[in-house]
Every structure is written in structure tokens, then in C-alpha cells.
């Protein structure tokens, strides 16, 4: 496999309680050569569709390349027509897990985004209500941290073949003003 050549998408709950941007889930999407991820948070889970339509179509236009295949869990979640329909139009094979596989790629990289965030809130001693802004915030930071999976590389670097640039990285919770 290469970039952008296959594709996982996870949809999962992320809290009871809204977050200040009303989301209640969040899909996460995770290039499986590269590991690159991208994460969205929802307010519903009727948008996820139109969510992977803009991020298929960013994928091929930043990278030049077709995305061959999508991984889903085996749930019921990502049989939706219209999903169907795009991948048939599009071209895209679509695999499905099996409902009770451990080791699914996506789901892994859902929950540790979780963790991270829940992590990152708990230290900065943040209300629950950012926890939109820190998710993007950790899956940032998990593209630019070197991973095992990938030969110590970062996602960051396989995917765009630019060194991630660690200047800009503050301590998470200091204080900042306007």
C-alpha cells in the first residue's frame, strides 16, 4: 500500500454532554500508510458522510492520488446509502471488519485520541466543554510525535515528506493573551 490508498474511518461518542460546539461524536479517519489522522467532531452522526465526501476530495486534490479503498468496523453505522453511493460512483472499495476484531486500526487511534484529550483537560484544568478544541489539538500533536508503527518516522513527515516543525509547540494549558 501507499498514501492515500486506503483509508480507515472510525464513528464513536465523545462525551453525555455536548461540547461548546454542540458536537456529541467525532469521526476519526486514519491513512493506514502513513498513519497520518484526521479527526471531526459531529453534532450528529448523519454528517459523516458529507464530512468524508470534503476529506476524500482534500486527500486527492493535496495529494494527486485516488483513494482505492475505505475500512469501516463492521457496525451498522457506515452502511448508509448515500456513503454507498459515493464509493460506487467514486470508485472506492469499501472493506467492513469483523464486529468483534480487537485490533481495528481506526477505533485503536479513536480511543487514544480520547485518552490524550481527556489527559490534556484533566492537566490544564480545562472544563470538559473544550473538548473539541483539544481533540484537534491531540491528534495534531500524535501526527507530529515519531511512532513505532511507521519505523520512528512521524505521520506528519510520511505523508507530506516535510520534517514537522516543533518550534511553534508551547506547553498545553500555559497561559496566553490577547
Known amino acids: ?7 480507515h474511518l472510525n464513528v464513536c461518542r465523545m462525551l453525555r454532554f455536548p461540547s461548546s460546539k454542540s458536537a456529541r461524536y467525532m469521526l476519526t ?8 489522522t484526521w479527526v471531526f467532531v459531529l453534532r450528529h452522526k448523519f454528517d459523516v458522510v458529507v ?6 476530495a482534500l486527500i486527492e486534490k493535496k495529494t494527486s492520488k485516488m483513494i482505492k479503498h475505505v475500512r469501516t468496523d463492521g457496525s ?30 481506526a477505533e485503536l487511534m479513536s480511543k487514544m485520541l480520547l ?11 480545562m472544563v470538559r466543554r473544550f473538548i473539541a478544541d483539544v481533540l484537534s ?41 490577547i
Not at 115 to 125: F, P
Not at 160 to 176: E, H, M, Q, R, T
Open 76 to 105: 451498522m453505522k457506515f452502511c448508509s446509502k448515500l456513503l454507498n453511493e459515493f464509493c460506487t460512483n467514486e470508485g472506492i472499495v469499501k472493506h467492513r471488519t469483523n464486529a468483534d476484531e480487537p485490533q481495528y486500526v
Open 137 to 177: 489539538t491531540a491528534c495534531y500533536l500524535m501526527n507530529r510525535s515519531p511512532s513505532t508503527t511507521i519505523g520512528y518516522g512521524t505521520s506528519e513527515e510520511m505523508w507530506s515528506s516535510n520534517v514537522a516543525d516543533y518550534s511553534i509547540l508551547k506547553i498545553f494549558g500555559c497561559p496566553c493573551y
Open 115 to 125: 485518552e490524550t484529550t481527556h489527559k490534556m483537560l484533566s492537566s490544564a484544568d
Open 29 to 36: 479517519v486514519v491513512d493506514d500508510y502513513s498513519m497520518k
Open 1 to 7: 500500500m501507499k498514501i492515500a490508498e486506503l483509508i
Open 51 to 56: 464530512r468524508i465526501k470534503q476529506l476524500i
